[in-house]
């Protein structure tokens, strides 16, 4: 069963560098989604990604953040100078539709020290 | 703003039984969809069970099913025949119908499966 796939599983990074968490969507789905979740609070919103460009975008995912799809197939999160807040749970998504049922990878948790 | 809200932290059930999980909201929109998500240790998010506001008919997917109280924005997730596999973190979720992108989340309700 397809499923999406994230990388890395776990990463521990120093405050002020820069992170780069992976995601490989469904193939054949068209919209991709990045959400977080920080210990103990609700998982939140942070962009949708359609067509090449930003679909949707929340408050949290300021300048510090952006998302590419490099190669067709990969869609990534930037994050450019991490900082200790940035600590949580990153889960990618993706749909066929933007109405669709979402499928969530496992989730990238982020350490930021 | 919407928001969702899950006032159980944490419920156990015996195997084999029935357990109902809570969940309520708050919009001001007539039109938004109301979602179910599980999540097992280690694993990912995955829908459970989808409820259009405008129809009146609970959702059901076999063990499944919603009481969907449009007035009240409540939407509780009934479990029949509870089973070990059913233990894991469940989310209530809301998406405006105007949003196609944007889910809104409670903080969820970590179900436990007694044998």
């Known amino acids: 069963e397809p499923e999406v796939t994230q990388t890395p599983s776990h990463q521990v990074t120093q405050m002020g560098q820069e992170v780069i968490l992976r995601c490989v969507p469904i193939s054949n789905h068209l919209y991709f989604y990045w959400y977080r979740q920080i210990l103990g609070q609700k998982v939140e919103f942070l962009v949708s990604?359609?067509?090449?460009?930003?679909?949707?975008k929340s408050e949290i995912f300021d300048d510090q953040f952006s998302v590419e799809r490099p190669d067709g197939s990969n869609f990534t999160l930037k994050i450019r100078s991490t900082k200790l807040e940035d600590s949580a749970m990153y889960f990618c998504?993706?749909?066929?539709?933007?109405?669709?049922?979402?499928?969530f990878g496992e989730g990238s948790r982020l350490t930021v020290l | 703003a919407q928001t969702v809200t899950q006032s159980q932290p944490e419920m156990s059930v015996q195997e084999a039984e029935t357990v109902t999980l809570s969940c309520t909201y708050d919009t001001s929109e007539s039109d938004y969809y109301l979602f179910w998500y599980k999540q097992p240790p280690s694993r990912q998010m995955i829908l459970v069970i989808r409820q259009e506001a405008y129809k009146q008919q609970n959702a059901t997917e076999n063990r499944f099913s919603v009481n969907f109280q449009k007035a009240a924005k409540s939407f509780s997730l009934k479990i029949s025949d509870s089973q070990l596999g059913d233990a894991a973190m469940y989310f209530c979720?809301?998406?405006?119908?105007?949003?196609?992108?944007?889910?809104?989340w409670g903080a969820g309700t970590k179900l436990i499966i007694k044998p």
């Open positions: 979720a809301y998406r405006s119908a105007g949003s196609n992108y944007q889910l809104i």
């Open positions: 998504a993706s749909s066929y539709r933007g109405s669709g049922e979402l499928f």
């Open positions: 990604f359609y067509n090449n460009e930003i679909s949707e």
